[in-house]
């Protein structure tokens, strides 16, 4: 046993042999066979310097750290890579390996910031991922440009602006379905609307069918303004009473023809029924309110004139 332990001891390649072999490795880029000689190189002789004695009394520069961090760099383990660069720093580093451990390690810088700015932008459109699956478009949209400012290059690669239009999309298709709710809750409320008399006490009174009143309301905000009101005029006729919606409706409506009509005459005494109209509207409910989403501005700044 002790013969053969000495033969295989007396066969092992000794560390500066194997050190020789890992640089014409790493000359022909041979990453791997380099990591292994020098890991072995290092198993036998783990200090590193300009001058250190291998073979007899010759003397040899030993950088098996520098060689290691290389080779390690170029297999992409980037994080020890840098710890071997580390720690090759002993006083009397020659200038050439000092200045090319210098450069690798401003590369391994840059790839760590490059490494920490995608996980930022990871974690933005994971962010945005879960906002769009809680329906909040808006904040998605939000999000997802600051993940195009945090990483333009990632953004284009993964076709984000594609999912920023969709989302916008999605928000629109919203706010107009939301945009038919508030008109239809506007129809509904009109199949109940409350009057007063002289005084004062309310009072339930029928309507036409839903359905005029429907066509009637939508009038007003869509349709041809004097077609719209001449539709309301027919249901308060047959209602014989005042509503707040249908006065609100007859104000929009005589609003939107007095900012179409081109004679300033007329389109003054168009808007002036426009305020009698919602003055009226408040006067039955002082709560009342437009929709900005189904009215435009300058109808907007009108009612608002009338309080």
């Not at 890992?22 to 000359?27: F, L, Q, T, V, Y």
């Not at 996980?119 to 949209?141: D, I, K, S, Y």
């Not at 104000?251 to 168009?270: D, K, Q, W």
Request: proline share 4%.
């Amino acid at each position: 046993m002790i013969l053969m332990v000495a033969l295989g001891t007396a066969c092992a390649e000794p560390w500066y042999r194997l050190y020789d072999q890992a640089k014409d490795d790493i000359d022909h880029q041979r990453w791997e066979s380099a990591v292994d000689k020098l890991e072995q190189a290092v198993a036998q002789k783990a200090d590193s310097g300009a001058s250190v004695r291998s073979e007899g009394t010759k003397k040899i520069a030993y950088f098996p750290y520098f060689l290691m961090g290389k080779a390690l760099y170029h297999l992409g383990r980037y994080d020890v890579a840098a710890k071997f660069f580390s720690q090759e720093t002993q006083v009397g580093l020659p200038n050439r390996i000092a200045t090319e451990i210098g450069v690798y390690q401003t590369y391994l810088r840059a790839i760590e910031a490059e490494r920490a700015r995608l996980a930022q932008f990871n974690a933005l459109v994971g962010r945005a991922q879960t906002l769009r699956a809680r329906g909040a478009f808006t904040e998605a949209v939000e999000v997802l440009r600051r993940a195009r400012e945090c990483h333009p290059a990632e953004f284009e690669r993964l076709d984000l602006g594609r999912t920023v239009e969709q989302l916008q999309n999605a928000e629109r298709a919203r706010v107009q379905k939301k945009a038919r709710r508030d008109r239809e809750a506007a129809f509904l409320a009109l199949t109940r609307p409350v009057a007063r008399n002289q005084r004062g006490a309310v009072q339930v009174v029928s309507v036409p069918d839903f359905e005029t009143v429907r066509r009637a309301v939508l009038a007003a905000y869509e349709g041809p303004p004097e077609q719209a009101i001449k539709m309301l005029e027919e249901v308060q006729r047959t209602s014989g009473t005042r509503n707040v919606e249908l006065e609100s409706s007859m104000g929009i409506a005589y609003a939107r023809l007095g900012f179409l009509t081109v004679n300033p005459a007329e389109s003054e005494r168009f808007r002036e029924k426009a305020t009698q109209h919602f003055r009226l509207a408040l006067a039955l409910d002082p709560g009342h309110k437009l929709n900005a989403r189904l009215v435009a501005p300058q109808i907007m700044d009108l009612f608002a004139a009338s309080r």
